[in-house]
């Protein structure tokens, strides 16, 4: 080698030692939600949209939904790795994985911390799901690593209680004693996203859980920003501000953002059911023909029309389509203007009436419900909105402060989750164990217990029918529309799986999630 060439490599070695190496940054994923502000964000009390989606990204479960799906044959190992049941199906064994890491230096997951979440589910002082673990006689930690679950009575599908959503999440027991009523807005969990901070009435900010038990995340974190105006989250879409807007389900939006360029709009499971629970008990719905004339009055077509038919399909029973036991003959009243003013007239309403009703502001709830306004007031009915914000909402129904009640929902796919939680008097609010049986329905309870405890399929399919029948004959709720989930998402953006489905309502970002 000659002397240039033993100076050249000389100082190219030297240049490479004098020059650092820049450390690649991760990108932060910026994902709008039509929200004033986050609620409560213990995962045990996030029963809004808004809330649910952002708990999806910080907890985690025993078991969960595979990314992208709602199927529960597809229901996969998450905190547990795996599990046994007994011959009877009373008792079921968990055993979880070791040195799963808590965010935030909270130390690593143990059978305590389980046992804890999941009796703090069952509590109604702690948690909005309470209901759903009514058949749960004991939880106890066998050893650090197993958990023992015993029930009184068999129920349709217990994975279905434990999956990361609703009362199935798993939080820190330390988290929880220490932080108090603060929880709510400084949740630990073991997911991969956790939260750094949250600005009010403008964003929710976390941050990449580097420990996270199946590998730290692809992205930084996640900027959830609450965004209420349709209009603002669209232009600051276009504008390249967010990466994931969350769209309005309806076809004139969903038809204009896949015409952006560098655009894809996910439409996915499961569809929300929107009904209206009417107060049996309390005037006017007291009275059923009052209530078949709001039923006749409804008009479930033309809500299709106007949401559109690739994000829309009419309610056709008390629960959504698909759960298993689902029925399409319930005998819902068919829409008739005339037999509603009928109806009216002979409860005492010749001239029409006007109720009171408590509404959220969330755009896309508002908008439906100012069309059931306007289809109620064609048989004389008139609805008189009290427009609040969205968290306020929910308190104010589960004050029991509306006599009707628009409401959107979906639930783990089998009819006894969702016709309990709705109709059954357990759930009535302002009781005990109160969920979201806003209309005080008992009709078919006896129904609905005696299908959770049958052994036989056909049996459960066949009370499961019955109590729809019920629940449709007494009007205790209309059925009016399902409505699909609707994101829109630049083209760089991989959630790493397949959206076909979500039960936390919004694409769940994992540690597979990336912005290429």
Known sequence: MGIFSIRAAALAAALAIATPVVAQTLPTLRVAMAAQDVGR????????????????????????????SIDPAEIEPDLAQSWERSEDGLAWTFHLRPNVAFQGGFGILTADDVV????????????????DFAAFETIEAIDPLTVRIKLRNP?????????????????????????????????????????????????????????YFRGKPQLA????????????????????????????????WVTRTRQLPNTTVDVFEPGELTQISLNITRPPFNDIRVRQAVAHAVNRPEF??????????????????????????????????DRAKALLAEAGYPNGLTIKVVHTQLPEMLSGMQVLQQQLRRAGITLDLSIVEHATFHQQIRQ????????SAARFPVADIYLTQFFHSR???????????????????????????????????RLWA????????????????????VYGRHNNVDYGYTLNGSMSLGPLITERTRLN
């Open 41 to 68: 964000l213990d995962p045990h009390f996030a029963v809004s949209t808004i809330d649910r989606v952002v708990v999806a990204w910080m907890f985690s479960g025993l078991v969960r939904f595979k990314p992208g």
């Open 116 to 131: 804890f979440s999941l009796r703090k589910s069952a509590n109604a002082a702690t948690s909005a799901f309470a209901a």
């Open 155 to 211: 129920v349709p599908s217990l994975l279905g209680i434990l999956t990361n959503y609703a009362g199935g999440y798993i939080v820190s027991r330390r988290a929880v004693e220490e932080r108090g009523a603060a929880f709510v807005r400084s949740p630990i969990g073991t997911g991969p996203f956790m939260l750094d901070h949250v600005t009010p009435n403008q964003s929710a900010e976390l941050v990449a859980h580097e420990g």
């Open 221 to 252: 974190g996640i900027s959830y920003r609450f965004i209420p105006s349709d209009a603002s989250r669209d232009l600051a879409f276009q504008a390249g501000e967010l990466d994931v807007n969350y769209g309005r389900a309806d076809q004139t």
């Open 304 to 337: 299709v029309r106007w949401r559109g038919a690739d994000v829309s399909r009419e309610g056709q029973s008390v629960i959504p389509r698909g759960y298993l036991g689902f029925i399409n003959d319930p005998g819902l009243l068919p829409h008739n203007i």
């Open 400 to 407: 029991d402060l509306s006599p009707m009640v628009y409401y």
């Open 427 to 461: 759930s009535i609010v302002q009781t005990p164990t109160a969920v979201t049986n806003f209309s005080h329905c008992n009709l078919a309870d006896a129904q609905i217990d005696a299908a959770r405890v049958a052994t036989d399929l056909a049996e459960q399919r």
């Open 466 to 485: 019955e109590a729809q029948r019920l629940i449709a004959q007494a009007v205790c709720g209309v059925p009016i529309i399902e409505t699909l989930l």
